[in-house]
């Protein structure tokens, strides 16, 4: 069920890993800045940040054998889908409780949507 | 800090002055921490130094539980700091909290000394009782065990009480649940059984559950309180974050757990669990994100505390490099199995504590000491404020060159001792003869001198912020 990583893979998967997070970190503060800016010529930037995550995932997954199993598979979509919606539903959330207390200011914001 | 003048003027209550006391502490044992890290760290290159009379042992278990105490001591200071404000009542019990302090410190003082007198002897039932239980992380002796519970319940009656007969606050709420488990999985560590996994098995709820739990909500209600007073951040919002924020932790972390269980001898499902909630537990990270932006962009950043909001901001940075990136390196089991144990893990420990848990308490002293020191003026062209800054750029300097160093030291580990020798007791003596790892612990130990600098311009930084400050603070609007 576990198939341990090459040596001479270690530093990929190392790399590839903290790409995942970085990329992912990426891609949310650039949605998120270019949502608060309403700059919208942003968000092409945050799906490349995006895009960044998708190939490290890939990376990731293919240098630590994730795909030669059906449940580290579905672990991959996961992380894919994860990270895609986390930024978009986090941002709802914001919408929604700075509009309870914040009527003006979030007014403008939502009309982003 | 506490025998420092304040102003008069300025009506601190009860749990205020006690918290100062543990702040006190607190900044000592942070003192001691650097210390024996530092000595540990000569012993890495010289294997010599001090053997016999401190042994490298002994210096390491003191370097971990001198940290483990200085945020506990750091945590309950900040609690008592905030609960009479947030719950609009005098403690209730504060002689007791006072008694239960200079038990607690003095239980500390005791167990230190037995450490450092008794390093050696026969391993018998009286040595877990009166001298360690040599568990790792959590070595103090069994009495100092129920009497680390019975502090923290009386900790949890003052905090309870207070918030019963006063205002029951959502951070309130969400701080008294919390405490309830953290007594509580503190027990998980306190019996043995004969089977080495089982045993293990409840250890990790201590070290993880504890500290990655119950410890990540504390630092979130401490983040919520800050972020009213420094920010002016509405109480509403932040409370509602709170709950949201507290949720994904949750979520995700409860049974990210399992990244422990991996070669413990649990059952294999144990990978499959650790490895999804593994790889689930930094999007909470990246989610916050989106709301630090978000709020940035509502709230101008207009601080009454500029030290305290740049601690606050380290924390932010910090847990998600330190738990988030650092952790993700290396939690899914496949490369697990050859970093486990090596100074990978050091370097991933290192910056996750330092970035989720030390900047906040030292934030929380920054809010503690402006109201001390009379509720002086903390924002911009403040007197003396190259202190503080340096000693945010030092610690911060130190901190990532010892993370650097101990990360190639463990990747070396990672490589020789695991992958190519394959575990032996030979691949061991390999890697730790390799210059790559020796050059690692020279690195870590310039970098320990650099923390050490930082932590000595900290101190002093504690010691006299605001003393010659004239001006009142900035007024936030807040609640």
């Known amino acids: 069920m576990l198939e341990p990583v090459k040596l001479a893979n270690f530093f990929i998967v190392f790399f590839s890993a903290a790409a995942v997070i970085l990329f992912g970190a990426t891609y949310a503060l650039i949605f998120a800045w270019s949502r608060i800016k309403a700059r919208p010529g942003l968000m092409p930037l945050a799906y490349v940040a995006y895009m960044g995550l998708f190939i490290s995932v890939l990376v990731l997954a293919f240098a630590a054998h994730l795909f030669h199993n059906e449940l580290w598979s579905f672990i991959v979509l996961l992380m894919l889908a994860g990270y895609l919606i986390a930024p978009h539903a986090i941002w709802h959330l914001c919408i929604g409780t700075h509009a309870e207390t914040e009527a003006a200011p979030s007014l403008n914001i939502s009309q982003q949507h | 800090m506490a025998a420092s003048g304040h102003s008069p003027a300025i009506t601190m209550n009860g749990g205020q002055k006690l918290a ?44 971990i539980n001198a940290m483990i105490v200085w945020l506990l001591f750091g945590f309950i200071g900040s609690v008592y700091w905030l609960l009479e404000d947030e719950a609009g009542v005098p403690i209730v019990g504060l002689p007791l909290a006072k008694l239960i302090f200079w038990v ?100 990790w709820w201590v070290i993880h559950l504890w500290v990655e739990a119950t410890w990540e909500v504390l630092v979130g209600c401490l983040m919520a309180y800050g972020l009213i007073k420094t920010m002016g951040v509405r109480r509403q919002i932040v409370e509602t974050w709170l709950y949201i924020e507290v949720a994904l932790m949750f979520g ?37 994100v989106v709301h630090a932006v978000f709020d940035a962009g509502h709230h101008k950043l207009k601080s009454a505390n500029n030290p305290a909001l740049a601690w606050i901001i380290a924390q932010a940075f910090g847990n998600f490099f330190g738990a988030g990136v650092w952790g993700f390196m290396h939690t899914l089991p496949q490369i697990n199995l050859y970093t486990h144990g090596t100074q990978w893990t050091a370097s991933h420990g290192h910056l996750a504590f330092f970035g989720a848990y030390a900047t906040m308490v030292i934030a929380f002293l920054y809010i503690a000491l402006q109201k001390w020191r009379g509720n002086v003026w903390m924002g911009g062209n403040l007197v003396g404020a190259w202190k503080w800054k340096w000693a945010i750029f030092l610690l911060h300097a130190g901190m990532i060159t010892m993370v650097m160093a101990m990360l190639i030291s463990g ?41 050490s600098a930082g932590f000595v311009l900290l101190a002093w930084d504690l010691l006299t912020i605001g003393k010659r400050e004239t001006r009142s603070a900035l007024q936030v609007p807040g609640e």
């Open chain 2, 411 to 451: 990747y070396e580990q990672s490589q020789i001792e695991r992958a190519i020798e394959g575990s032996t007791w030979m691949g061991y003596f390999a890697a730790q003869g390799h210059r790559w790892f020796l050059q690692g612990m020279y690195w870590r130990q310039i970098g320990g001198w650099v923390f």
């Open chain 2, 20 to 63: 100062m006391k543990y702040f006190t502490v607190a900044i000592a044992l942070f003192g001691a921490q650097c210390l024996f890290g530092m000595l540990a760290g000569i012993q890495y290159l010289h294997p010599d130094f001090l053997f016999g009379i401190l042994d490298f042992s002994i210096n390491r278990m003191l370097h």
């Open chain 2, 252 to 288: 995700s972390g409860i049974l990210g757990l399992g990244h422990h269980y991996f070669w413990i001898g649990t059952p294999e499902y144990w990978f499959t669990i650790g490895g999804f909630f593994s790889a689930l537990e930094p999007i909470p990270l990246v989610a916050m």
């Open chain 2, 104 to 203: 607690f410190t003095l239980a500390v003082v005791v167990v230190v000394l037995v450490f450092l007198l008794v390093q050696i002897g026969p391993g018998k039932q009286s040595t877990i009782w009166l001298i360690t239980e040599g568990r790792e992380y959590i070595e103090a002796p069994r009495w100092a065990d129920i009497g680390i519970v019975v502090c923290v319940l009386a900790f949890f009656y003052n905090v309870a009480a207070t918030f019963a007969r006063g205002r029951f606050t959502h951070i309130g709420g969400v701080l008294v649940m919390d405490l309830v488990a953290l007594a509580g999985i503190y027990l998980a560590g306190m019996f043995y059984t004969p089977n080495i996994s089982m045993d293990q098995h409840w250890w």
